[in-house]
């Protein structure tokens, strides 16, 4: 398993492959997996803003499509005095697929936070909220305390 301090190198390397020429706000996150690999990602700008897609979601995105599924700590490093967190979008994507874990904010200076995913988004909407009836659908919950790693999918019972 990486320390902190590598993570946060992998966050601060990938920040810098960063597309942003509208913003210029430039950002980098990488995700460690529960068993020690890291997954890196930076934001990229699209002109219709709507398109663009936040480091966070990369990095997951990244992990889960080459097989990851359990993950331990996410670092993301931006260049502001004032450490920034997760927007709500990503908050609810590393509720999703990584649960309550360790995020670690970081700015280029060396100051750093850390918080768990549950303090990031309180009251998460997820697969709970999902089930039709509660005969009829079958609902998972994930070890990690949030939701199953089968990519947010209600699976139904037969019958």
């Known amino acids: ?49 709507g398109l663009t897609v936040c480091a966070e979601r990369v990095a997951i995105w990244k992990a889960l499509s080459e097989g990851a599924s359990e993950f331990k700590r996410m670092a993301i490093v931006v260049d502001t005095e004032e450490l920034t967190p997760p927007c709500g ?29 549950k303090d990031l988004l309180p009251h998460p909407f997820d697969r ?12 998972s919950e994930s070890p990690r305390g949030g939701p199953a790693s089968s990519r947010g999918q209600a699976k139904r019972s037969p019958g």
């Open 89 to 117: 979008a990503c908050r609810q994507v590393i509720w999703e697929y990584c649960g309550d874990i360790e995020v670690v904010l970081s700015n280029l200076s060396g100051k750093r936070a850390s918080y768990r995913a």
């Open 1 to 49: 398993m990486a320390n902190i301090d590598a993570l946060i190198q992998k966050a601060e390397g990938a920040r810098l492959n960063a597309r942003a020429p509208y913003s210029g706000f430039k950002v980098g996150a990488a995700v460690e997996t529960a068993g020690g690999a890291i997954f890196t990602g930076c934001n990229v700008e699209n002109a219709t803003y």
């Open 128 to 139: 709970r909220f999902l089930s039709e009836t509660p005969s009829s659908t079958a609902i």
